[in-house]
């Protein structure tokens, strides 16, 4: 019944910028950390950034800044804000969501499908 949908990825120049989004849906209780990862070709999974219920967010070093994650608990969304784009960003996306549903007792965590985001000439 919890859906993450992940949008904003595709095709950049190095040196651009893209937003990406993911918006959680269905029957939710409360969402607590938000969180985007990322795995490249050949590469294990990496946490790109994190940001708490009330805002707090860390970063990789090697994005911090140049990519901003924020939240709106209204929507049910996050968000990452990528500038200055290299090759090296070039991943499948995912989201994170830990949250909890009024059917079940306690959090879990739940995952979006991913987006491709390909930084190139």
């Known amino acids: 019944q919890v859906q993450l949908v992940e949008s904003g990825g595709g095709l950049v120049q190095p040196g651009g910028s893209l937003r990406l989004s993911c918006a959680a849906s269905?029957?939710?209780?409360?969402?607590?950390?938000m969180s985007w990862y990322r795995r490249a070709p050949g590469k294990q999974r990496e946490l790109v950034a994190s940001?708490?219920?009330?805002?707090?967010?860390n970063y990789a070093n090697s994005v911090e800044g140049r990519f901003t994650i924020s939240r709106d608990n209204g929507k049910k969304t996050v968000y990452l804000q990528m500038s200055n784009l290299t090759p090296e960003d070039t991943a499948v996306y995912y989201c994170?969501?830990?949250?909890?549903?009024?059917?079940?007792?306690?959090?879990?965590?739940?995952w979006g499908q991913g987006t491709q985001v390909t930084v190139s000439s």
């Open positions: 994170n969501a830990n949250l909890s549903r009024p059917e079940r007792l306690g959090v879990a965590d739940y």
């Open positions: 940001i708490s219920r009330r805002g707090i967010t």
């Open positions: 269905g029957n939710i209780l409360n969402i607590y950390g």
